[in-house]
Nanobody, 124 residues
Framework: QVQLVESGGGLVQAGGSLSLSCAGT????????VAWFRQTPGKEREFVAA????????AYSPSVEGRSTILRDNAKNTVYLQMNGLLPEDTAVYYC?????????????????WGQGTQVTVSS
């Protein structure tokens, strides 16, 4: 069982940066694949980025690739999403998710554990 807690959301101006954190509980957290999704009202959760425990196994959505970096610090049981060059369309609730396995999947249905979400608002 894994519990996830996101933090770091907030209000930022377009062009700014934000770093989100996903803290996981459980001594096996470092073995999980961890992903970030985002959701706006009336839309499905959208894949943003994911990182496996396998070094180098990382994926980004085309909408954020080149502007975002996902990192994991296993010593702290934390996965970070650094976002730069934020756009108003990045406004959403950002969720951290985890799955027990090494493969990176983009559909939300592959992830078993979810955090409560953190709001990111980008003003124009």
């Amino acid at each position: 069982q894994v519990q996830l807690v996101e933090s770091g959301g907030g209000l930022v101006q377009a062009g700014g940066s934000l770093s989100l954190s996903c803290a996981g509980t459980g001594r096996t957290f470092s073995t999980y694949t961890v992903a970030w999704f985002r959701q706006t009202p009336g839309k499905e959760r959208e894949f943003v980025a994911a990182v496996s425990r396998i070094p180098g196994r990382i994926a980004y959505s085309p909408s954020v690739e080149g502007r975002s970096t996902i990192l994991r610090d296993n010593a702290k049981n934390t996965v970070y999403l650094q976002m730069n060059g934020l756009l108003p369309e990045d406004t959403a609730v950002y969720y951290c998710a985890a799955r027990d396995g090494t493969r990176v999947f983009t559909p939300a249905g592959h992830y078993d554990y979810w955090g409560q979400g953190t709001q990111v608002t980008v003003s124009s």
